[in-house]
Each structure stands twice: as C-alpha cells, then as structure tokens.
C-alpha cells in the first residue's frame, strides 16, 4: 500500500539557518506529493504540493521537487524564522485513490 | 469565504458512550473527509463522502459511521467509545473534481475518559 517515510524529529534551528527534511515515499500508481505544517493548537494548512515528476512546489520560501526516480519530496528553506516553528507533514494521494496518506509529522523548533 | 469550520472545539465523553462531530465545508466545496489524528502522529484517514454517499472507507471500525447532508455539511458518528478514540479529529472538505486538494478545519479535540 501506499507509505510516507519522513526524517524523524525534532528538529532544532537558529533563525537564519538552512532547514531540509526529507521524505520518501511508497506508491501503486502516480502520486499527487503535499507538505502540511501544523501550527499548535490548529489544524493543518496545505504548504505546498507537486502532481507530477519533477514538479517543483514552493510557497513562503519553502521548496520541495518531485524526484520519481529516488521518490522522494524533500522540504528545503534557505533561512528560516521563528515563525517557521510547527510541524511539518509530507503526504501522499495515489492516482487511483481518494484519500491522503500522512507521514508521521517533523517538528521543528527555531530559536531567535 | 470562510475556511472549513468544525464543532465542537473540545469534547470530553466517557467510555461507552457516542459522539457526533460536525463539519462545514469551504464555499464551493462538495466533498467531505474526515481524519483522526492521535497525539504525536499523523492524520489516518476515517472516511470521505460525496454526493452524500461513503465514496472510500479507511482501517477504521463499524463504530464510526458518517452522514453528508444535502448542503455538503458532514458528521462524524462514534459509538461505543474507547480510551483510544482520544485524538483530534479533522475534516477536510475538497473542490469539485479536485479530490486529492484537501483544506482543513481547526480540529476537534475528543478525550474519552
């Protein structure tokens, strides 16, 4: 069935540094590829998605590419905020399939 | 345009007993899916409806059963509660023809003592 591995967590930061955390992925068909951040205390917010191989989705400074031939969607950000500190959730919706498939979540914390 | 909106916020129940939980989806949407996301993990996907009708089911158990009403607005059902039905559960409601593009609400937080 389908899967989402994710880089375990946490993950601790100062402002200004370089944030990566990886994730790979297991699919029967042609995967759809999302990053959620959750905020505490709130529900999850679509971050940013690629539907097709080599698609590159970004959004508020955040970048991951679909990368098919290793399957993964690494999040990157070149300089992080305090701001930026939530947990982070790669996700997956197979071709033939309705549903989102979830990694288990990385938290990151950034300090000032 | 108000985003997905959920009630209640919070909700403490005892074993045994049945829960609804309620959903309104964005404006504009037409499909409803329901999420429990247990502390320190990921969403698992419950259920998704569309056009009233259970579309996909996930791992879960008869206990959990749903309903979608004529305005696309949704409800979670769990009967017989367990201590590990404790989670925050979400919905998340989808556009027309656009499925897999899944918005949230904020959650509802159900602790089963």
């Known amino acids: 069935g389908d899967s989402v591995t994710q880089m375990e967590g946490p993950v601790t930061l100062s402002e200004e540094a370089f944030l990566t955390i990886n994730c790979t992925y297991t699919a029967t068909g042609y995967p759809s590829l999302f990053w959620y951040v959750q905020y505490p205390g709130e529900g999850l917010q679509l971050l940013l998605k690629?539907?097709?191989?080599?698609d590159k989705g970004s959004n508020k400074g955040f970048e991951a590419t679909y990368r098919k031939e290793t399957t993964s969607f690494h999040l990157e950000k070149g300089s992080v905020q305090v701001s930026d500190s939530a947990v982070y959730f790669c996700?997956?919706?197979?071709?033939?399939?309705?549903?989102?498939?979830f990694g288990a979540g990385t938290t990151v914390t950034v300090r000032a | 345009d108000a985003g997905v909106t959920q009630s209640p916020t919070h909700l403490i129940k005892t074993r045994g007993q049945q829960v609804t939980l309620r959903c309104s989806p964005k404006?504009?949407?037409?499909?409803v899916s329901w999420y429990q996301q247990a502390l320190g993990q990921g969403p698992q996907f419950i259920f998704q409806y569309y056009e009233e009708e259970e579309r996909q089911r996930g791992n879960f158990p008869d206990r959990f059963s749903g309903h979608q009403f004529p305005n696309y607005s949704s409800e979670l059902n769990v009967n017989a509660l367990l201590l590990g039905d404790s989670a925050l559960y979400l919905c998340?409601?989808?556009?027309?023809?656009?499925?897999?593009?899944?918005?949230f609400g904020p959650g509802t937080r159900l602790t089963v003592l």
């Open positions: 404006s504009g949407h037409d499909t």
């Open positions: 690629a539907t097709k191989a080599d």
């Open positions: 996700a997956l919706s197979d071709s033939d399939d309705y549903k989102l498939s």
């Open positions: 998340a409601s989808s556009p027309r023809g656009a499925y897999n593009e899944q918005f």
